[in-house]
């Protein structure tokens, strides 16, 4: 049995350790730059952005979260739910954590009336894909995501000539 709930202040250490375990197994160990104070302030500082759930077993311990943020779709109108990590502790997988995280995404989406959750997966992470695949989940065909980080975004970003940014808002 699997409970969902809001995360609160005191999860951000275990969001934060499991974010590095999600890490190591995506074979990234050095990437997480992410601290305790960052994620407490885009979870629950005077403005969230990021929202956070997490799954715990019937003796009320952690055993996955789900960390989220809304997107908006042009061609439908509406909001969607763009899921950053979904994560469950090895030794708890099979328990149906990931999936109570997943349906509880998918149930606040309807109730919202947005039109989607989406996320991205690794190609080699078969299990995962086998996973989303039995929930009804399918991968976008034709669709392939692009990044702009690091010094690329630096350079692009810093670059003469980029638009004023009060112009930009308005």
Request: overall charge negative.
């Amino acid at each position: 049995m699997s409970v969902i709930r809001p995360a609160t202040a005191d999860d951000v250490p275990a969001i934060l350790g499991m974010i590095h375990d999600l890490a190591i197994y995506e074979k990234e160990p050095d990437a997480v730059k992410n601290t305790p104070e960052k994620l407490t302030e885009v979870l629950f500082g005077d403005n969230p952005g990021v929202f956070a759930n997490m799954a715990e077993n019937a003796a009320g311990e952690v055993q996955g979260f789900a960390l989220w943020f809304l997107n908006y779709s042009t061609w439908e109108g509406v909001h969607g739910i763009y899921l950053e990590d979904l994560y469950v502790r090895p030794e708890a997988r099979g328990e149906g954590h990931g999936k109570a995280l997943l349906q509880y995404l998918a149930a606040t989406a309807v109730e919202r009336g947005y039109a989607r959750v989406e996320w991205s997966v690794l190609d080699w992470n078969e299990p995962s894909i086998k996973f989303y695949k039995k929930l009804g989940a399918l991968p976008m065909e034709e669709w392939s995501t692009f990044r702009l980080t690091g010094e690329a975004l630096h350079t692009f970003g810093s670059a003469a000539g980029a638009p004023d940014r009060a112009l930009a808002r308005g």
